[in-house]
């Protein structure tokens, strides 16, 4: 395996702060404020119904790849495919590429036999299980995050949805996936040291999730201290949705509520660039005025399975995709270029961006852009050896990469997780 290039971490709260500075902020202060736009008012659309197909032969080398990368690895192999994300700020951190690793799973299980179905529990009881190491959130107990406050080291307590959304979604996935409600009785411990272990259960995380919902101007949770993203508050909402399909509760009201603030405020950022505002600062009320493809395709590809209406996430995806950049995705590179600036405040590679983008469009039923996404992507970088399935791009971001050109594959297949419900499985 070739070795990652060099990632400059940057947290989006440092990000901010020098962007606060610059002057091609201070020009745009007239447009930061948020735009209050209604959203359309159109048929709540479903995706056409489709038969479910087996799984095909590289979805099945995908669900071993899966299995091999998430489960025991030797000291080699673990350091080969797992040192990531260096001080988990970054966009490559560890958490990011294990919740990746288990929705793709998830999508090849939609469709799996019983055998393929139980190897799909495994893979997310593993992604759980890593996920809950303290080297994955440690980084939420540093000094300008939450490690000061009262309730430190506990990571779930406060904001931070960009690591309790993902475990949630986890869970929920775990529990349809196996009707096991072991995180449920037993729950699941976050050890600081022998001293301090904060324990937690999948009902009282849902409880802090929601409480911060509810309490919230805007429905939605935070995830660095005092920014609110689009994307990071789907991945709750749709853990909610699942647990409500399997008999646990009713969080319907909070998620319209989260969506008609989200679509009032969040659209046509005044810069372009994309169809979403990249971030709200909750303290000012003011938006970074400017999208990013990448956010649009994590935004839309995780809101398509719990939004109210799916023709609101077409339109969306019909907007963001008029103003890709075609030059940079018909021959995809695998290394950052660029700095970041105010235009482009976080730069990713063009491998990373074509697959979210694609794995977008799938969700969205737009074959046609994903299929020009997904051909010069695989042409590269595709492997197909050893019974596996992957992406040999940069170690950085190899499993998540790989992950979203999965969660493409299953689509293209027929998975789709707004029209997948789960068994009832609580007993309460």
Not at 115 to 129: A, K, M, P, S, Y
Not at 293 to 299: M, R
Request: aromatic share 12%.
């Amino acid at each position: 395996m070739k070795e990652p290039k060099a990632v400059a971490e940057l947290s989006w709260s440092k990000v901010l702060r020098r962007l606060a500075v610059s002057l091609a902020w201070m020009a745009c202060l007239a447009c930061l404020a948020p735009r209050h736009l209604s959203a359309e008012e159109v048929p709540a659309g479903l995706a056409a119904p489709r038969e479910l197909q087996p799984l095909s032969a590289d979805e099945q080398s995908a669900l071993r790849w899966l299995d091999h990368v998430l489960g025991p690895l030797s000291p080699e192999e673990e350091k080969e495919w797992w040192n990531i994300g260096g001080r988990q700020f970054g966009l490559f951190s560890t958490r990011y590429n294990l919740a990746f690793a288990g929705y793709a799973a998830a999508a090849l299980g939609i469709r799996g036999n019983a055998e393929q179905r139980g190897t799909v529990g495994r893979i997310l009881d593993n992604c759980i299980r890593r996920y809950l190491k303290k080297e994955v959130w440690a980084y939420s107990q540093a000094k300008d995050y939450w490690g000061t406050k009262p309730w430190a080291p506990d990571p779930c307590y406060r904001e931070n949805v960009m690591y309790t959304g993902h475990l949630l979604q986890l869970l929920a996935l775990y529990e349809a996936f196996t009707g096991d409600q072991k995180y449920w009785s037993e729950g699941f411990d976050f050890v600081w040291d022998a001293r301090k272990v904060v324990h937690y259960d999948v009902q009282k995380l849902i409880d802090v999730t929601v409480e911060q919902m509810r309490s919230s101007a805007s429905g939605g949770v935070t995830c660095e201290p005092g920014l609110l993203f689009f994307p990071c508050n789907n991945h709750p909402h749709y853990a909610l949705k699942l647990f409500a399909a399997m008999g646990h509760g009713d969080w319907s009201a909070e998620a319209r509520r989260w969506e008609k603030w989200a679509l009032s405020h969040f659209r046509k950022p005044a810069m372009g660039g994309g169809a979403l505002n990249l971030v709200y600062h909750v303290r000012s009320g003011l938006f970074y005025p400017r999208g990013y493809a990448g956010l649009d395709a994590w935004s839309l590809l995780w809101y398509e399975p719990w939004a109210e209406n799916r023709q609101t996430v077409i339109r969306l995806w019909k907007q963001a995709k008029t103003m890709l950049d075609w030059k940079q995705l018909s021959d995809p590179t695998d290394v950052i270029s660029g700095a970041n600036n105010c235009m482009n405040p976080q730069q990713v590679p063009a491998t990373v961006l074509a697959v979210f983008l694609a794995a977008a469009a799938r969700a969205c039923d737009d074959a046609e852009t994903a299929e020009r996404l997904e051909r010069p992507l695989d042409a590269k970088y595709l492997r197909r050896k050893d019974g596996f399935y992957w992406l040999e791009v940069g170690r950085e971001w190899r499993i998540g990469a790989t992950a979203q050109r999965i969660l493409a594959l299953a689509a293209a297949n027929g998975s789709r997780f707004r029209e997948w419900t789960p068994e009832k499985s609580a007993t309460r």
